[in-house]
């Protein structure tokens, strides 16, 4: 078969994986703390095993295709919520959260307290400090830049935050939660919370409406050029291959 034929439909996945990538970040443009993510390509030569494949033969039968992709940890813009159980972070550090018995890391800080004082995130996962899950007495509270939380001016704990050296590979779990390999989590020294803030989206909305148009402009392409593609061989077959 056709090696442009292979390499459209490489295309074409490609593409189509991008589109729901871009489309999931326009999508999450107001969730707090959601990070973009971004899609990355690799080359995926077809070929035989130990066959060797002569220049043409590897420039010809190496396609394009999704890669996975990655995370955008470039920070979002804080906006004053005026509510104390609001948290945001300056910096690049990240919450961590334990979600049954794993440990996740976060930027969305919209937490609140359960009816025993425990520190959850939205979805009720707890919010773990130095010493554990955050347990926070009744009173009003005050959170400083590190993280000491007091309560009526007694310090009552100190939430932990992570950071994470530009080479480790995030995984999104669900919206907000993120996984890192083991050993990864570093002690946050250039992060501090802003009480009272949540931060926004890292989503540019603009930046990523051109990109989805960008994509699906080249989706469009390469569905016209597997078209074409298709009706050569479907020519070949019956009407060339009969005289053979």
Known sequence: MDSGYYASCAGLAAQMQALELVAHNLANLDTTGYRGQQATFRSLLSGWGTVSLNPLNIAINDFGVLGGSRVDVSPGSLVATGNPLDMGI??????????????????????????????????????????????????????????????????????????????????????????????????????????????????????SVIELITVQRNAEMMQRALGEFDSVLNQTATQDLPRV
């Open 90 to 207: 300056a910096g690049n550090g990240f919450f961590v959260v334990q979600s049954g018995s794993d440990t996740f890391y976060t930027r969305n800080g919209s937490f609140h307290l359960t009816s025993t004082g425990h520190l959850v995130t939205a979805e009720g996962d707890a919010v773990l400090g130095e010493r554990g899950p955050v347990t926070v007495p009744a009173g009003p509270l005050t959170v400083s830049g590190d993280g000491t939380l007091s309560v009526a001016g007694a310090v009552v704990g100190k939430l932990q935050l992570a950071e994470f050296s530009p080479q480790t590979a995030l995984s999104a779990v669900g919206n907000t939660l993120y996984s890192a390999p083991a050993g990864s989590a570093l002690p946050a020294a250039n992060s501090s919370i802003r009480q009272g803030m949540l931060e926004n989206s890292n989503v540019n909305a603009a930046m």
